[in-house]
């Protein structure tokens, strides 16, 4: 018999080590699910981006400020506004006059929003600035009490502002909610209304944005705030703008001419005294050089005893200066627009104006 050839052998593939055989694929689908999920995030934060109205991160907010209720809607400051120089130095002469009516009160505030919200800091400054004590809690903590104190010092802000023309741009609920320029609205007429003796900056605007949680917070819009313009329209009567508001605004070569030729005007008479202007809005800010100048162009010996020939308070500038309006007045000159309060806190428009009056009706008047 014949013996059966030998079977050649079966090929085996070659061993796999064994990291390769199961970390090797393991690491294959953790790096595929991985590709998978990133792709999938990137797709929702594009569905997020086309579907928000505005997008937080460019107007630059704070997560924190984000955190509202379903359907809740808050309007704040664009935080870029907020490092607007003039902006913080509105704030900063605001914080400052605050500290200083309440200083025998041992409050110092730090921070409007904050220390203002729950209406503590305000009832104190509207009982100093009124001098009439608030029918109020002096101490509330829920957030019912803080609201019912608030209504009570706004409602006695109202009474003593609307009659003024003054236009309300706050609420207990702005307030209470820290919305910063109703904050700002408020003290600023409070100041004025009060002749408070400080200046205020020019031209101060603020972007707001309105933010809403809906499917997500949402930025809905956004526009600008004017906390300025207070200043200059509300107190004491709105006046129409002039020839001094284009100078100002568009012509500042004009308004360079025109401060020279009045200040070689009034040092053609305060030269008389041995006097010499440089400066007309500080220089006239107390009042005497404008007494002083009143008696020359009329001719005539103002009595030192009918004003302060050194003033140091404000109330002694104020006096100075409505004491020169009433000799201007006497001498056939219509009441000045300005009032004696600006002239005091270095507003330009205002002794720009009184002392282009004076050139135009005195002009001819020899040295």
């Known amino acids: 018999m014949s013996s059966a050839p030998p079977r050649p052998p079966v090929p085996r593939p070659p061993r796999m080590k064994k990291e390769e055989s199961f ?9 595929r699910k991985k590709r998978a999920k990133e792709v999938s995030d990137l797709q929702e934060e594009g569905r997020n981006a086309i579907n928000s109205p505005l997008s937080l991160i460019l107007v630059g907010l704070h997560p924190e400020d ?44 730090r921070n409007l929003e904050d220390d ?29 009490g ?11 802000v109202h009474k003593l502002l609307q009659p003024h023309g003054w236009a309300i741009r706050w609420s207990v609920d702005t307030i209470h909610g820290k919305y910063l320029v109703s904050i700002l609205h408020l003290l600023i007429a409070l100041a004025m209304h009060f002749r408070a003796p400080i200046r205020f900056p020019d031209y101060v605007s603020v972007q707001v944005v ?18 300025s313009a207070l200043v200059y329209r509300m ?11 284009t100078l100002f605004d568009h012509a500042p070569d004009k308004l360079s001419v025109m401060k020279k030729s009045l200040i070689t005007f009034v040092n053609k008479h305060l030269n008389k005294l041995n006097l010499e202007v440089t400066s007309l809005e500080s220089q ?38 409505a004491f020169a309006f009433g000799l201007m ?26 002392l282009y009056n004076l050139l135009t009706k005195y002009k001819d008047v020899e040295e």
């Open 210 to 227: 309105i933010v809403r949680l809906g499917n997500g917070p949402q930025c809905l819009a956004d526009g600008a705030a004017s906390l």
């Open 329 to 354: 007045e006497d001498g056939g000159l219509q009441k000045p627009k300005s009032r004696p309060e600006d002239v005091v806190n270095l507003n330009g428009k205002s002794t720009l104006r009184v």
């Open 66 to 109: 984000t955190q509202l209720e379903e359907n809740e809607e808050r309007t704040m400051i664009n935080p870029a506004s907020k490092e607007s120089p003039k902006f913080k130095e509105l704030v900063k002469v605001l914080v400052d006059w605050v500290n200083k009516v309440l200083e025998e009160e041992r409050i110092i505030v």
């Open 235 to 245: 107190m004491m009567g709105r006046f129409e703008r002039d020839a001094f508001d």
């Open 23 to 31: 970390l090797g694929k393991l690491g294959g689908t953790l790096s």
């Open 116 to 144: 203002l919200y729950d209406g503590q800091v305000l009832q104190k400054l509207l009982e100093r600035l009124s001098e009439h004590k608030l029918d109020v809690a002096e101490m509330t903590l829920s957030e019912a």
């Open 146 to 156: 803080q609201k019912q104190k608030l209504q009570t010092v706004l409602e006695a």
């Open 284 to 321: 006239f800010a107390d009042g005497v050089y404008l007494v002083l100048l009143m008696g020359l162009l009329e001719g005539y010996f103002v009595p030192l005893h009918s004003f302060y020939l050194t003033p140091e308070s404000f109330d002694q500038k104020v006096h100075n200066v």
